[in-house]
């Protein structure tokens, strides 16, 4: 059995009964105190920059801080706990008090996958681990696998997306305990569900962000990204912060993978990239169950998703596929504008090669990007993907925050749900998608004076003359409605357009499991083929060894001629015709036992 307990390089670990190891790395201090419940103690400097102390008599949740040279006192930035926010004192946590009730759970194959992605502070009324933790029954009732959380390392203020974490190893305290958080994933591998955490390991948020004044070298002096400081990967005590994160979070918490935010702003220029050794120590240490790692990346590459010759994967397992997703949406609404604008010729070609070959943009010129994007991808097999018609981004990024449904209506809707559910990648919902959810996701913070105010004028300045934008008023990121707008509307899941929806995408999913899952386990690369594209109009086929599956759509306003393929239908939306009229959707398999 895996141990619960991961040691960490940095923090506080329990190292003998009531004996905690405290160390920190911190070149640029003189000095470093430990304030331990009230009682202050000088830290031994050790080698390279670090601090340490080991204190006896200690019991889990005691308070502690570290206090610099001119008297600050500041939280533990490798703290397992806090006990209020990214300011305030640390907790000294015991990883072996929680009781796995499911420790033998061996996690599912990959191609089972079906993702929904939620967000702890609005998927419920109450924004817990716990509250989530209920609603467990109904997603695997519905027919879901996976579940991927957003990230929930603590982040400045109690709202927020989690994409500005700054405490990595902490759960966000406003959700729960980590206790709370290790009974959810336990309960929900006791239902069969998976679940996944996102992790942010580009940057680090704009508060609670201590590590500067411990160690200026813990970023790079030449690099920026998008939202702050590029990091410093080839220093060794940098290195190894964020390379035992993905562990921590996967031995201690018992997750059963992780999905690797932008990573094309993970700069490093060292022999090994971190991410190339982050997926070899997960894979070289992780060997009694099944882990599943994806990343995020605009530049559609597939270097980290290679397969060995038996199918296995040897580092990361599937790529987060943006194209398939912005084809949609402009194949949907006709919007153009941003980069959306890569995908306005033609957007039903760009659908149907993104679904017969991963990416959309192979190494073709980008407007958008004003250079060539992307690598041949027909060679990946279709599980090396996760498609997706919504998620948190694609949503929240908009001035306004509506969601597919909204912008392209049900019917359209409908269609690519049935699209996304029957193709063989691997799908992934945005919670509320199930039930046809009309709120909102927005994006919102809970920051405070100037920080408040510069994010509020940001947002505001980014969607200034915006095409689709314009004279709208961005929502404050920072008011309390924002975040409210956003919550799920459990209660459209009881109305009839809601029982209409869910009885939809649970008899896809139901589908997906019994016919469509069991030609992935020998699916390779080169299977996919467009046979036919016009506007709204899309059929494209993949034949694999074990059988070959075929599609065709019609979200146009022409009633089109359906071509001849092969096999029996599996479904058809909203009925088996002749002929293909607006609205519709019709899947075959040419092989199996299809009712």
């Known amino acids: 059995m895996e141990a619960n307990t991961f040691i960490k390089s940095w923090g506080s670990e329990f190292i003998e009964d009531g004996v905690v190891r405290f160390r920190l790395w911190a070149p640029g201090q003189t000095s ?205 005590a940098v290195r190894r912060y964020i390379v035992e994160a993905p562990l921590y979070w996967l031995k201690e918490y018992h997750l059963d993978g992780l999905r690797f935010d932008a990573i094309d702003h993970i700069d490093d220029a060292s022999d090994k990239h971190v991410l190339i050794e982050i997926a070899r120590r997960i894979r070289a240490e992780i060997t009694s169950r099944k882990i599943h790692l994806t990343t995020e990346d605009s530049r559609n590459v597939i270097f980290l998703h290679p397969r060995e010759e038996d199918g296995s994967v040897p580092l990361f397992t599937a790529e987060w596929n943006d194209d398939l997703h912005n084809a949609a949406h402009v194949f949907a609404t006709g919007e153009t504008h941003a980069y959306y604008e890569d995908f306005a010729v033609n957007p039903a070609k760009h659908v149907a090669r993104s679904l017969a070959e991963g990416f959309a943009w192979q190494g073709e010129h980008s407007g958008h990007a004003g250079k060539p994007r992307g690598v041949k991808s027909t060679a990946q097999p279709p599980v090396a993907f996760v498609d997706f018609i919504q998620n948190h981004d694609q949503t929240g990024n908009r001035a306004q925050g509506e969601r597919l449904i909204v912008l392209a209506g049900p019917e359209r809707t409908q269609v690519l749900l049935a699209m996304l559910l029957c193709s063989p990648h691997i799908p992934l919902l945005f919670m509320g998608e199930e039930y046809g959810e009309t709120h909102p996701f927005l994006f919102f913070t809970d920051f405070h004076g100037e920080l408040a105010k510069a994010v509020r004028e940001g ?114 939306w909203p009925k088996a015709t002749d002929d293909l009229p607006p609205h519709s959707i019709i899947v075959r398999l040419a092989s199996g036992e299809t009712k």
């Open 32 to 236: 470093i105190s430990l304030r331990l419940d009230d009682e202050t103690r000088a830290m031994r400097i050790a080698k390279d920059g670090w601090f340490e102390l080991e204190v006896a008599g200690i019991s889990p949740g005691a308070e502690y801080q570290f206090v610099l040279a001119d008297g600050r006192e500041v939280p533990d930035p490798a703290s397992r706990a806090q006990k209020t926010d990214v300011n305030g004192p640390s907790l000294v946590i015991d990883p072996e008090h929680y009781a796995w009730q499911n420790a033998q759970w061996q996690g599912r194959p990959w191609e089972e996958s079906v993702i929904y992605e939620l967000h702890f502070g609005t998927f419920t009324p109450q924004g817990t681990f716990s509250a989530a933790r209920e609603k467990l029954p109904y997603l695997a009732e519905l027919g879901i696998t996976m579940i991927e959380v957003m990230p929930v390392s603590q982040f400045g203020g109690n709202r927020g997306w989690g994409y500005d974490g700054v405490l990595l190893y902490t759960p966000h305290s406003a959700y729960g305990t980590p206790e709370e958080f290790k009974a959810f994933i336990d309960a929900a591998h006791g239902l069969g569900l998976s679940v996944v955490l996102d992790i942010v390991l580009n940057h680090f948020g704009p508060e609670g962000n201590y590590l500067p004044l411990f160690a200026p070298e813990f970023f790079h002096e030449k690099r920026m990204t998008p939202w702050g400081p590029g990091i410093a990967y080839d220093v060794d």
């Open 459 to 572: 947002r505001t300045k980014e969607f200034k003359g915006h095409h689709g934008h314009d004279g709208e008023d961005v929502p404050d990121p920072n008011a309390d409605k924002t975040f409210n707008a956003s919550r799920l509307d459990w209660n459209k899941t009881e109305h009839e357009s809601g029982q209409q929806w869910l009885d939809f995408t649970r008899r896809l999913l139901a589908l997906r499991q019994k016919f469509i899952v069991p030609l992935l386990g020998s699916a390779g690369g080169d299977a996919g083929k467009i046979i036919k594209t016009d506007e709204g109009f899309i059929v494209v086929t993949w034949a694999f060894p074990a059988g070959t599956l075929s599609m065709a759509l019609n979200i146009g306003k022409a009633t089109r001629t359906l071509p001849n393929l092969p096999g029996e239908t599996l479904f058809a």
